[in-house]
């Protein structure tokens, strides 16, 4: 079953700059699906799309064309309500850490307000102390958002995702600002925790991570996605794709 489905999805951006006279086009015909229990990886340079095309899947943006379906359900027709109780099940991990973590909440009471709106076995509170000790801030529950830093956030930002149980995971960068071993920690936690049956898109710079994480890579450039292959499928792949590869370190180079 498909948790998680993009179908030709066109979006321009309209500039408010006189000189700017067409829209920008920043995503053109793409499609895209993560099935239940799935890991993929988008990968791609700054500017492909790849932000867009996860807040369009999560109803943030409405596409100027095409169509998202959410654990099978078409969302053309959706309005804000139904988002807001999709979202329970689907759950984005914002670029910007900071998107996430309401100013005005310690981040104790924050993780307390998440595991209320997502009960599970144990107390609100001791299952957000126990999340906050699982991404290595145990001590940091008085603190504010602003008192964090922007890896510190990012690791108060996986650990709401973790208290939501979600079904659906997009977690744009989701290590970025983090050292190379709380990058793997935190990550093989995500994926633990979440369990095999959720679908887990991330979509990162960090090629190596992703080549650890997924098992399904989509390549986007240009607004287009460009090439699509499985971690260890051998054989000639894009062009493109090869440069990425090969700049990370990823794939020799041809002679």
């Not at 027709?77 to 910007?96: C, E, M, V």
């Not at 050292?179 to 710079?205: F, M, Q, T, W, Y």
Request: include cysteine; glycine fraction near 8%; charged fraction near 20%.
């Amino acid at each position: 079953m498909s948790a998680w489905e993009l179908e030709n999805i066109t979006h321009r951006y309209r500039s408010r700059w006189w000189q700017q006279r067409s829209p920008h086009l920043v995503l053109d015909q793409v499609s895209l699906s993560a099935d239940t229990g799935s890991r993929i990886g988008i990968i791609g340079e700054s500017g492909a799309g790849k932000t867009t095309l996860a807040r369009i899947g999560m109803g943030l943006i409405r596409p100027e064309s095409g169509t998202v379906r959410l654990f099978g359900d078409d969302t053309r027709s959706w309005g804000d309500r139904q988002w807001r109780h999709a979202r329970k099940h689907a759950q984005l991990l914002f670029q910007d850490p900071k998107a996430m973590l309401n100013p005005a909440l310690r981040i104790g009471d924050l993780l307390e307000e998440s595991a209320t709106i997502h009960p599970a076995t144990g107390t609100s509170r001791v299952r957000a102390a126990q999340t906050l000790d699982a991404v290595g801030l145990s001590g940091r529950e008085r603190a504010f958002p602003h008192e964090l830093s922007g890896g510190e956030q990012r690791r108060v930002g996986i650990a709401r995702l973790l208290l939501a149980q979600p079904r659906l995971v997009v977690a744009d960068e989701p290590t970025a600002g983090l050292d190379a071993a709380l990058k793997a920690n935190l990550l093989g936690l995500l994926l633990e925790r979440v369990g095999p049956d959720c679908a887990v898109v991330i979509i990162s710079h960090d090629l190596p991570m992703v080549m650890w994480a997924c098992r399904h890579w989509v390549v986007m450039q240009a607004a287009r996605v460009v090439d699509s292959f499985e971690t260890h499928q051998p054989g000639i792949r894009h062009p493109y794709t090869e440069q990425l590869l090969h700049a990370a370190g990823l794939l020799e180079q041809r002679p």
